[in-house]
């Protein structure tokens, strides 16, 4: 009997949030196979439908129970849900992709960015881990070059827009700069702080000891992972800034050897999911408007440091879409790598 590949049946755990909508939409755009969908909420969204591939979907409530038959799981419905429930789907045979920090730094889960280390994928024992999204943001411009010329310190900047805090934040956004336009009074109830026509620092805890919020921690710790580079100095300060959808990385890095704007460039120019745009004349460079509903992070203000006189420094500024290479992209990604199911 001839065996055959089956287009493996997919569940989208958080599927009304901002990034569930991108995993279909991402899923669509690249032609990725899937048998049948099941599309996975909270109790109070149980019943509504979202639309895939030009039918309607029932959407059910996420229980343990809800992953029989699943081939693979994609999770962003938030640390906790996953703590909760991802077990229970690996443990009913899928794979769980998941977009949360709930496993990132657990040595057994593999932390993939697939232009970086997708090998690793297959090292999985049921859970791969999504990225922090500023971090593939910003280590998707410095991996060709640490791969080069190892970096052995580098300086991070964070400009993050509302997306990454999801729908309610993005929705936030828009409504009080409503308000403020008008003249009329609002008072946030997701963010911490006034958004429209403000930034303040990323809305994690701090940790008291340190003066780092959960965020930048998270950088530093991924990064080394994902790296494989325990020797890394890495410093980072993440700042919300009061745009719709696309983070901002500015940073400065410094290699053991000495590096040029051009040896950049020529490592970055044939690098894939990056495009360099960076045109010192026209005074153009990566910007939020261009990077939304892109899946290439975008690269420029490519220049030496100068302060650093030995020749061993660069800065330069990224932009990419949160939602997508920060999230439903890259788990998408990671899910056209993983093996085909083949049935007798």
């Known amino acids: 009997m001839e065996n055959k590949v089956t287009d493996p049946v997919v569940a989208i755990a958080g599927v009304t949030g901002a990034v569930g909508a991108e995993f279909i939409a991402t899923m669509d755009r690249r032609g990725f196979r899937v048998g049948k969908l099941k599309p996975l909420a909270s109790a109070r969204s149980a019943g509504k439908t979202v639309g895939f591939r030009g039918r309607k979907v029932a959407v059910e409530e996420l229980t343990e129970h809800a992953f029989d038959g699943v081939d693979i799981a994609l999770f962003s419905a938030g640390s906790a849900a996953s703590r909760k429930f991802a077990p229970a789907a690996v443990k009913a045979g899928a794979v769980v992709i998941d977009n949360s920090s709930a ?19 297959r090292q999985h024992k049921g859970i791969i881990a999504v990225p922090n999204c ?6 998707m411009p410095l991996w060709p070059i640490h791969r080069t010329n190892r970096i052995r310190r580098v300086i991070l900047s964070t400009y993050q827009a509302a997306s990454g805090a999801g ?3 993005m929705q936030e956004l828009v409504e009080s700069t409503r308000a403020n336009l008008e003249g009329r009074s609002f008072q946030p109830t997701v ?4 958004y429209a026509f403000n930034l303040f620092s990323h809305n994690t805890a701090i940790d008291p000891a340190t003066g780092y919020n959960e965020e930048e921690t998270k950088v530093i710790k991924e990064t080394r992972k994902i790296f494989e580079d325990e020797r890394i100095a890495i410093g980072v300060t993440c700042v919300r800034v009061p745009v719709l959808r696309a983070h901002c990385v500015a940073m400065t890095f410094e290699c053991e050897n000495p590096i040029t704007e051009d040896e950049v460039r020529q490592m970055l120019k044939d690098a894939p999911g990056l495009r360099i745009v960076d045109h010192r004349i026209q005074n153009y460079f990566p910007m939020p408007v261009d990077a939304s509903d892109q899946d290439d992070v975008l690269v420029g203000r490519i220049r030496r440091d100068l302060s650093d006189p030995s020749g061993h420094s660069i800065a ?7 939602l997508l290479k920060g999230a439903a992209l890259n788990a998408v990604q990671i899910a056209e790598l993983l093996p085909q199911r083949v049935m007798a």
Do not use: K, W
């Not at 496993?103 to 090998?119: A, K, Q, T, W, Y």
């Open 103 to 121: 496993f990132r730094m657990d040595s057994d889960v593999p932390l993939v960015i697939p232009e970086i280390n997708g090998h690793r994928i």
């Open 134 to 139: 500023s971090a593939i943001t910003a280590l």
């Open 167 to 169: 729908a309610a934040a």
């Open 191 to 194: 963010m911490p702080h006034p």
């Open 316 to 322: 330069m500024f990224v932009a990419a879409d949160q």
